[in-house]
């Protein structure tokens, strides 16, 4: 764990030698400036001050070099510290702790936060929501099935914009063009990626497209979250399934 406020934190990524460099770059240069101020404020302070009362100065009209200096290398010296920069790669898994780089406040000392460094595999399971594999997919599925919001639509007593879920896996479906097709795990998977392939019969093609938004552990999750719907009641209106046909 590293300290809140540490005088040289581990170097975790490609950038972090020239941000150090930089670092010691910008003290020195401070450190100069402030030692070359002060002595010239001691040394014109016993050269230049009033020896008589009625002492009077020589007046002093400007000096366009000494003003086109104290413009130009403070110009040269800020283009270097921008200048030294590079796309920031990181080199070791890890969390660190970083800090606000401008002045814009009150408590501006405490504005900071954390970056966490990851394997590449361990941040697709963290972004598909299976972070260490430990997540149930079908709590995962119903977490999604919330978050894109197609809760809004396929509500579960049928009063939705589009069919009800429930009893769907397993069971005949009535499409428009008066076909019908098994709800198993390929129909629904081609329902998520291309919802226009099959649509429902009495119901207008509204679902967007889902193709490369979600990664192959999402659309496994959803379908499973689809699957445990398969118990529940299914209501007499805006389900989809189609009618029974039984002998005559």
Known sequence: MQSQLPIYPEQASNFAPNVDSLMLFITAICLFFAVAVTVAIVIFFFKFHRKAP?????????????????????????????????????TKPGRYHFFCSQYCGTN??????????MEPSDYAAWLSGSSGGSTNPLVAGEKLFAEKACI????????????????????????ADGSTVT??????????????????????????????????????????????????????????????TGNK
């Open 152 to 175: 809004t639509c396929h509500v579960p007593d049928g009063s939705g914009r589009s069919p009800s879920l429930n009893g769907l896996y397993g069971a005949k479906v009535l499409l």
């Open 108 to 117: 501006h000392a405490l504005m900071g936060g954390w970056v966490t460094v």
């Open 183 to 244: 709800a198993d795990e390929s129909y629904i998977r081609e329902s998520i990626l291309q919802p226009n392939a099959k649509i429902v019969a009495g119901y207008p093609p509204l679902m967007p497209t889902f193709q490369g938004q979600l990664t192959e552990e999402q659309i496994l999750a959803l379908t499973a979250y689809i699957k445990s719907l398969q118990s529940l009641p299914v209501p007499a209106k805006g389900s989809g399934i189609a009618p029974p």
């Open 54 to 90: 009625n002492d009077v100065g020589v007046p002093i009209h400007g000096d366009s070099r000494l003003e086109a200096a104290w413009m130009i290398i403070p110009l040269i010296l800020a283009m270097a510290m921008f200048s030294w920069g590079a796309v920031v790669r990181p």
